[in-house]
C-alpha cells in the first residue's frame, strides 16, 4: 500500500520489508527465550503450598480435613488463599512489565522510509503510513519524535532521509533487544518477591499450620 501510494520501486520494497519483518521475529523468539525461564518459575512456585498439602497428607495427617472443619484450619486456608491469589496476581504484572511494549519496534521508521525513497513529499510520505498503519490496524509507540529528529538531522546534513531512517529502525530493534533481555534478567530477581512475601507465608498456613494443629489437637485429646 505505502509502496503503491508513493511510487516506490515494489522489488526493493519488497525487500526492505521481509528483512524488517525477519528482524521484527527474531526480536520476538530473543524475548520469548528470555522470559520462559522466569515464567516457568513463576508457574513453579504457585503449586509449592499444594505441595505443602499432600507432603501432611502423605504423613498421615488430615490437612484438608483441619483446614475446612475446624476454625483454625479455615483461617489458615482463608490466608493462605488469598496470599495465593495476590501471588499469581503478582507473578503476572511482573511478567506483563517485562513484556515488550511495542510488537513492532522500527516498522513505522522502515515504512516512511520506503514512502521518502518513492520520492514522496514528507507531509504525503507520513500520511500515507499513518493511514496504512491504521488500516492494518497496527500501533507504534513513540515513533513521531524519532522520526522528526531524523528528518531535522537530514536537512541539516543534507542525508537522505531514507538511509537514516532504515539505520533508526534497526536501531530501535535492536535496542528493543536489549531492552527485552535486560527486563527478562531482571524479572527473574523481581519473582523472587512474591516468592518470599506471600507463597512462602501460603506454604506455612497451607502446609505446615494443619501439621501443626492436628499434633496440638492430639495432645490435647491425650492429655
Do not use: N
Amino acid at each position: 500500500m505505502v509502496a503503491t501510494k508513493t511510487g516506490a520501486s515494489l522489488a526493493p520494497t519488497l525487500r526492505d520489508v521481509a528483512q524488517a519483518l525477519r528482524d521484527l521475529a527474531a526480536t520476538q523468539r530473543e524475548l520469548a527465550v528470555a522470559l520462559a525461564g522466569p515464567k516457568a518459575t513463576a508457574k513453579l512456585v504457585l503449586i509449592l503450598p499444594l505441595v505443602g498439602v499432600l507432603f501432611g497428607i502423605a504423613l498421615g495427617f488430615d490437612s484438608f480435613g483441619i483446614l475446612f472443619t475446624t476454625v483454625p484450619g479455615g483461617l489458615c486456608l482463608a490466608l493462605g488463599t488469598g496470599l495465593m491469589v495476590a501471588a499469581r496476581s503478582w507473578s503476572r504484572r511482573l511478567v506483563r512489565s517485562a513484556t515488550l511494549h511495542d510488537p513492532m519496534p522500527g516498522l513505522e521508521l522502515d515504512l516512511l522510509a520506503i514512502a521518502v525513497s518513492g520520492g514522496a513529499a514528507l507531509d504525503r510520505a507520513r500520511e500515507t503510513v499513518a493511514d496504512s498503519l491504521s488500516r492494518c490496524g497496527l500501533v507504534t509507540f513513540d515513533s513521531q519524535r524519532t522520526i522528526e529528529e531524523v528528518l531535522t538531522l537530514s536537512r541539516c546534513a543534507g542525508v537522505p532521509a531514507a538511509d537514516l531512517l532504515r539505520s533508526e529502525a534497526e536501531q530501535a530493534r535492536a535496542s528493543a533487544r536489549s531492552a527485552a533481555q535486560e527486563a527478562a534478567a531482571r524479572l527473574a530477581v523481581t519473582l523472587m518477591m512474591p516468592l518470599g512475601l506471600c507463597i512462602l507465608p501460603a506454604f506455612m498456613l497451607l502446609g505446615v499450620a494443619p501439621l501443626m494443629i492436628a499434633v496440638l489437637s492430639s495432645t490435647v485429646i491425650g492429655l
